[in-house]
């Protein structure tokens, strides 16, 4: 793989679901970023990690958790969906907090 | 409260020059990025000002003046491909981008 890889492409789910996001960067940054992008708003930033075994919350971290176990590999759980959540989610990457930051191709996902 | 402003649609023809707005007021600064943005995918970095002045790369040029708080992209030869929306990002005090709504550029022959 190169680049950013998100899983799964779209997903419809179930209130009350549990759900797990992946994304996968092979480019060995340190920093890594969950966003939701709904229409007429920008970016907003869920969770970040500055680094493996760091997270942080972002603008709209409530009903989400991450994890950093690894380098590579920063998953987003949605512990019980609700319809709200309903979004595309971006996957993001940078060396560092201070470099431009690559995205993944996204998970378009809905909560019914 | 943090807020980026840049005009939610614009229209331009094929091969014409076309420059689009990003006013800003955040919570400190280090750094605006614009990206681009084709409908379905993922966006991709365009560009990046720090300082003060223009930043020229082929086509594409972003300018920045801080203590307007203001920042432009401006593109050139405008091709159909070019028909994307353009987000501007700003990095505050505690190193996140803040993010724009984005600027749908529609391109016409």
């Known amino acids: 793989i190169a680049g950013i890889t998100q899983a799964p492409t779209s997903q419809i789910l179930a209130a009350g679901r549990r759900m797990t996001l992946r994304c996968t960067q092979d480019m060995r940054h340190n920093a890594m970023y969950w966003y939701r992008q709904d229409l007429g708003l920008g970016l907003r930033l869920i969770h970040y990690s500055n680094t493996a075994g760091t997270t942080g919350k972002g603008e709209v971290p409530d009903g989400y958790s991450v994890s950093r176990a690894n380098t590579d590999d920063f998953p987003l759980t949605l512990a019980s969906a609700v319809p709200s959540q309903t979004s595309v989610y971006f996957c993001?990457?940078?060396?560092?907090?201070?470099?431009?930051?690559?995205f993944g191709p996204g998970t378009r996902l809905t909560v019914l | 409260g943090q807020n980026i402003d840049q005009p939610t649609e614009m229209t331009a023809t094929e091969g014409a020059i076309v420059q689009i707005n990003c006013t800003y007021q955040?919570?400190?600064?280090?750094?605006l990025f614009w990206y681009q943005q084709h409908a379905g995918e993922a966006p991709t970095f365009l560009s990046y000002n720090v300082l003060d002045g223009l930043e020229e790369k082929g086509r594409f040029s972003s300018f920045l003046s801080r203590s307007k708080g203001y920042s432009y992209l401006l593109l050139k030869e405008l091709q159909m491909k070019d028909s994307a929306s353009y987000l501007c990002?700003?990095?505050?005090?505690?190193?996140?981008?803040?993010w724009g709504a984005g600027t749908k550029l529609i391109i016409k022959p």
């Open positions: 990002a700003v990095r505050d005090s505690n190193y996140q981008l803040i």
């Open positions: 955040t919570s400190g600064f280090n750094g």
């Open positions: 993001a990457s940078s060396e560092g907090p201070n470099n431009e930051q690559f």
